[in-house]
């Protein structure tokens, strides 16, 4: 287990920002796949959006492509969800993953959830948007 810790979420209304958080051991800001999961009730879970800490490329779900936003800083350790122009259809408990290392792959690959071991999660954090 990698003891991913997420942060950050709430409620807003639609149109709002929130900002998530994963605090997350050294290591894994070199050469991981790390990203954002979601799963609504009743849905399954699915990439938001992933970043190879390698080389900090990126990659986003065409849902939330142009509103959110990935990034790490090596510095502090974590891993952030920037949150914008928020929907109903975003309401979900959020997850923070990791999985590696991998010398090299295409970021695309890290954002389907099967590409995570179960013991590469983090315990979640809930964003609930109103319309």
């Known amino acids: 287990a990698h003891n991913l810790v997420e942060s950050g979420g709430g409620s807003v209304q639609a149109g709002g920002s929130l900002r998530l958080s994963c605090k997350a051991p050294g290591y894994v800001f070199s050469k991981f796949c790390m990203g954002w999961f979601r799963q609504a009730p009743g849905k399954e879970r699915e990439g938001v959006a992933v970043?190879?800490?390698?080389?900090?490329?990126?990659y986003y779900s065409d849902s939330v492509k142009g509103r959110f936003t990935i990034s790490q800083d090596n510095a502090k350790n974590t891993l952030y969800l920037q949150m914008n122009s928020l929907k109903p259809e975003d309401t979900a408990m959020y997850y923070c993953?990791?999985?590696?290392?991998?010398?090299?792959?295409?970021?695309?690959?890290?954002?389907?959830?099967?590409?995570?071991?179960?013991?590469?999660w983090g315990q979640g954090t809930q964003v609930t948007v109103s319309s």
């Open positions: 970043i190879y800490t390698g080389d900090s490329s990126t």
């Open positions: 993953a990791a999985d590696g290392p991998r010398p090299f792959l295409e970021t695309s690959e890290c954002l389907t959830p099967n590409a995570y071991d179960d013991n590469d």
